[in-house]
């Protein structure tokens, strides 16, 4: 590998999966504001919202995010499609 490419200010950071609230603690370079205590000591805290603890390709369950409502309106939507059909 090529030297001097690296970085050299390594520490270890704790990510928190806002999901589920599942933490894990690595080593990595990111720059944070917060901070977490874990095993009596304190250290940077990343949120992020999605982990391979929450992530549907790991967990093998599907989950439907809807935060526009758009399900519904679809639904809506075939249910009166289906009426006008059936009238006929």
Same mark, same amino acid.
């Not at 603690?25 to 949120?47: A, H, Q």
């Given at each position: 590998?090529?030297?001097?490419?690296?970085?050299?200010?390594?520490?270890? %950071? %704790?990510?928190?999966?806002?999901?589920?609230?599942?933490?894990?603690?690595?080593?990595?370079?990111?720059?944070? *504001?917060?901070?977490?205590?874990?095993?009596?000591?304190?250290?940077?805290?990343?949120?992020?919202?999605?982990?391979?603890?929450?992530?549907?390709?790991?967990?093998? /369950?599907?989950?439907? %995010?809807?935060?526009?409502? !758009? %399900?519904? /309106?679809?639904?809506? !939507?075939?249910? *009166?499609? /289906?009426?006008?059909?059936? /009238? *006929?």
């Amino acid at each position: 590998m090529r030297k001097g490419i690296h970085p050299d200010n390594y520490r270890n %950071v %704790v990510f928190k999966d806002m999901s589920n609230d599942y933490t894990f603690m690595t080593r990595s370079t990111v720059n944070t *504001k917060e901070t977490i205590e874990m095993d009596g000591k304190e250290y940077p805290l990343v949120k992020i919202e999605i982990s391979n603890t929450s992530h549907p390709f790991y967990t093998g /369950k599907m989950k439907l %995010v809807d935060t526009a409502g !758009r %399900v519904d /309106k679809f639904k809506k !939507r075939q249910a *009166k499609t /289906k009426e006008m059909l059936d /009238k *006929k």
